[in-house]
């Protein structure tokens, strides 16, 4: 356990992390004031690892919401977005400069031969922002063997690998690639991301309790992702189901947060509804007699503010679970992220393989990059990333 903390702590580009976390407030608002982002107004979230609830959430709930925003600025400010353009190769000179890309255009995903080639020559420089690469089973199990097509991901299909094959080709420096994360609140009953993490996050992490098949807690829930994947995958590995639980007095914050969702999980059947803690033990075979003394022993620990068995977080507007109905859903890590990638320096050149120096016109930020996240990114963290970097490149490109 002392190792595996260590490691956690000691991973991260410490400069990074406080460039982002410095630039924080001032993304957010240039989101709110210069792209007219929306974001749920007075729902402060607290994910996995977060001490304090601390993050903000789109009012459509998903990364569009700043996205669709961006392109409608690029759109006013007239420059032009390519769809359908498919990066095959990154051309750079014997000299080492970077000069432009090979694409092929009007490429239907994912036949590698469709569409058109075309060289683009970079009359600036070239910003790579290609993601991770959590939908390729093939390469992620190169890196950690144990994610293989068992295990579904909350990525779009595209999350492929083909630009972590050709910037290693290239000779770009990359980092960390083996650190994945599994996003533990994944429901195995849908498939990718879904709905069903709200329930399994936002109402039963944040304000009910997460027990295994024997109806015992087996994790802090509001640990960090990792520790919650890696304890799901252990209980698993004995043969348990994990499930999350909660109960309609403490399902409050999900209802007003996504009115609406909790009724798509039930008709799903992503989630299943109980009148009493004794018809959720039947319906998902949880021994009644533990379960019960598990929920009594949380609600002590919800009274006194202290969770003496696994020190999670107690929220101020959580209440003990006693009145029903009950709900629960069940927990699958889903390859989620991918905190490796390129090495770039802080103003977000990558740097070549062999000499550590900066790739000249070649320059990257987002999940491609790697180092910022440590072992196990926090959530909502990925985006500000995206936001700080992604900025930091945009103007240092304009400048080269
Ligand atoms: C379901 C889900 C929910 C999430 N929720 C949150 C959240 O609430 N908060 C948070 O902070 N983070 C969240 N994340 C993480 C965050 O959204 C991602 O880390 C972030 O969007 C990465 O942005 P990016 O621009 O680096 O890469 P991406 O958004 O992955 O974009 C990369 C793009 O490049 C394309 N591409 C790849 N290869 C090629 C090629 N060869 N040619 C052309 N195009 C290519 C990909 O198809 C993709 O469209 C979430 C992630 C997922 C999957």
């Known amino acids: 356990?002392?190792?595996?903390?260590?490691?956690?702590?000691?991973?991260?580009?410490?400069?990074?992390?406080?460039?982002?976390?410095?630039?924080?407030?001032?993304?957010?608002?240039w989101t709110v004031k210069e792209l007219g982002v929306e974001y749920l107004p007075d729902a402060i979230g607290q994910e996995?690892?977060?001490?304090?609830?601390?993050?903000?959430?789109?009012t459509n709930g998903s990364g569009s919401g700043i996205v669709t925003k961006e392109i409608a600025m690029c759109e006013k400010l007239g420059v032009p977005i390519r769809k359908r353009c498919y990066v095959e190769h990154i051309i750079r000179t014997e000299e080492g400069e970077v000069l432009g890309l090979e694409v092929r255009e009007g490429y239907r995903f994912p036949d590698a031969k469709s569409g058109k080639t075309k060289f683009i020559r970079a009359t600036k420089g070239v910003v790579l922002c290609y993601g991770g690469f959590s939908a390729d089973v093939t390469f992620r199990m190169h890196q950690d063997?144990?994610?293989?097509?068992?295990?579904?991901?909350?990525?779009?299909?595209?999350?492929?690998?083909?630009?972590?094959?050709?910037?290693?080709?290239?000779?770009?420096?990359?980092?960390?690639?083996?650190?994945?994360?599994?996003?533990?609140w994944g429901n195995p009953k849908e498939k990718g991301m879904g709905i069903g993490w709200q329930f399994n996050q936002t109402a039963a992490a944040e304000y009910g309790v997460w027990?295994?098949?024997?109806?015992?807690?087996?994790?802090?829930?509001?640990?960090?992702?990792?520790?919650?994947?890696?304890?799901?995958?252990?209980?698993?590995?004995?043969?348990?189901?994990?499930?999350?639980?909660?109960?309609?007095?403490?399902?409050?914050?999900?209802?007003?947060?996504?009115?609406?969702?909790?009724?798509?999980?039930?008709e799903q059947k992503i989630v299943e509804k109980y009148d009493t803690l004794e018809d959720l033990a039947k319906g998902t075979k949880i021994p009644y007699e533990n379960l019960k003394a598990t929920i009594?022993?949380?609600?002590?620990a919800v009274k006194?503010?202290?969770?003496?068995?696994?020190g999670r977080y107690i929220n101020n507007d959580q209440v003990p679970m006693v009145d029903g109905p009950?709900?629960?859903?069940?927990?699958?890590?889903?390859?989620?992220?991918?905190?490796?990638?390129?090495l770039t320096d802080e103003t977000c050149r990558v740097l070549d393989v062999r000499t550590d120096k900066p790739i000249k016109n070649l320059f990257a930020a987002g999940e491609a990059t790697g180092g910022v996240h440590g072992a196990v990114r926090l959530g909502s963290v990925a985006i500000l990333d995206c936001l700080v970097f992604g900025r930091i490149a945009g103007q240092q490109v304009a400048k080269n």
């Open 296 to 300: 009594d022993a949380f609600n002590e």
């Open 145 to 184: 063997p144990k994610l293989d097509a068992t295990l579904d991901t909350t990525n779009q299909p595209g999350a492929t690998s083909e630009l972590w094959r050709e910037t290693a080709a290239i000779g770009c420096l990359q980092i960390q690639a083996d650190w994945i994360q599994c996003g533990p």
């Open 304 to 310: 006194s503010k202290n969770d003496p068995q696994l």
């Open 211 to 266: 027990v295994n098949t024997d109806g015992k807690r087996f994790v802090n829930e509001l640990a960090n992702r990792k520790v919650r994947a890696d304890a799901i995958m252990v209980e698993q590995q004995a043969g348990r189901q994990c499930w999350a639980l909660c109960n309609e007095p403490n399902v409050g914050p999900l209802k007003k947060q996504r009115p609406g969702f909790l009724e798509r999980m039930l």
């Open 1 to 29: 356990m002392s190792n595996r903390r260590e490691v956690q702590v000691y991973m991260n580009d410490r400069k990074k992390v406080r460039l982002m976390a410095e630039h924080a407030l001032s993304n957010y608002e």
């Open 48 to 58: 996995g690892g977060h001490s304090v609830p601390r993050y903000v959430t789109t």
């Open 326 to 342: 009950w709900y629960a859903g069940l927990c699958q890590p889903k390859v989620h992220h991918c905190m490796g990638g390129l």
